[in-house]
């Protein structure tokens, strides 16, 4: 709830339930200010629910930190600079998302072999990453920062992953580059995701699960073969409800 | 002139080092600097005219200094009170646990044996230097030990983006409460090396110590720069003795003492120009060298695009920092 008690007082959310099974790639669409990033952050714990509880397998999670949901979960957001410290250089970055434990460890970062294992994890980005492990983040453009932080966030390989519309900043074709990206890598390690897109055509044609969230509640839930009738013009109409 | 500006650089290297960790490393401008500093001179001579040896003194003013960095990374963190709020909440406070530990508002040392006593009975600038140099030495060998560890990556990665740090597992305040205590426990320690060169402690002596600390901080980056760790913190040694080397120069050309601190602040705005427009008339420079290149290029259209590739390429690179 934001504003209590005021003027402004809104529900973001309300009697919002929503079951992710294992395995799910749900895409989320809605109206802008719908409640979908609220959603997400409320989710990965950047925002703190009211009232209500968020399970992470039959662990109620609603009153622990970022930090430590992070173990579980992982992020990328849409803006590239949020997901990268730009200051540090790629191996580096890599480094910090390897571990989602080990941040006060007394140990080395910098341990033989992990260089390697760098380079074979970025060549198949085919951006040239694999050669610039020493590079700061921030040389880097808006697509392979993007890029990167998809790497980083499946690296830990969490039981759910949150996209906040992650290709909304990257131009057309970097962008469709990203999303087969994160298709491939989803299939592959068989990721738990949740995708904000407000892309029809990519919310129809990734996930098996797509929901629709309208004033703070979920007002449409389909998976499979449902899912898979719908088309764009279909969804584009139900938004006017 | 110049072997005194060097120990006594050497001996405010810690509080430079500190200030960097805080300004540079998490990124917050640290106002606390101005009470740690006395902190660790005023615990340092009390507990040496109470008895204690120099080396136990010297470590507990350290240990004092950590303390008051802990308390405000504790205000800033978990009280969310904005940082530069809650470095002069914290710095005003020491004021009086200040004047608590000394009893009265400066303390000399009477005949206790201070740190450079222990060395050779060589010239006392000469110990000034070696004892600095020791310490410099070693605060620099083991942060740099722990700029290679994990912890250390997290500290730098909280003040660079705390957003992805914490998405990363990272407890973000307890990074940044880190910070703030290692950065006060090495001002603190200057503060206790002054105070035993100068052989009193003061209650004013931290007035101005954090703009000392951050035009250090940028004259040292003006004459050394890198991204490698161990440069960045021998530059910040530079800085220091640089900048002790400017006030000694101030004061040969007859500016009395009391007119050092707004020659400091000057010193400062200075240095925090220099850079600004040395970028301007670079890229000045670069502009114009690339257009007279462009006009030649259309005399001679044979090879001209050829060299407006290469050339496009040597200001992108050169814009760099």
Redesign the interface.
Known sequence: MFFPGTENERHILKNVSLKVYDGDFISVIGNNGAGKSTLLNTIAGTLSADAGSINLENKNVIKKSVSYRSRWMSRVFQDPKMGTAGELSVAENLVLAQSHVNTTSLKWYNKKGQWEKFQELLKPLDMGLEDRLKTQVKYLSGGQRQALSLLMATLSKPKLLLLDEHTAALDPKTSRDVMNLTDEIVNREKLTTMMITHKMSDALKYGNRLIMVQDGQITLDVSGKDKQNLDSEELVGMFDN | MLISSLGQGLLWAPLVIGVFITFRILDIPDLTTEGSFPFGAAMTISLMLNGQSAFIATLMGFVAGCLGGFVTGVLDTKLHIPSLLAGILTMTGLYSVNMHIMGKSNVPLLTQKVLTDYLPDWATEIQTIILGAVIVVIVIGLLYLLF???????L??TG??K??????????D?MIIFGYTISNGLIALSGSLIAQSNGYADIGMGIGTIVIGLASVLVGEIFLRG?NILVRLSAMVVGAVLYRFLLTVAMGLGFPPDDLKILSAIILVIVICVPIVRNKLKTRKQLKLYLSQLAEGEQDEQDGSIKHTKFTKGVLSGD?E
Not at chain 2, 148 to 154: C, D, I, N, Q
Not at chain 2, 163 to 172: C, F, V
């Open positions: 290679k560890t994990h912890l250390g990556l997290s730098m990665a660079n983006n957003d992805m740090s914490a998405a990363n597992g990272i407890n973000t307890k991204r760099r």
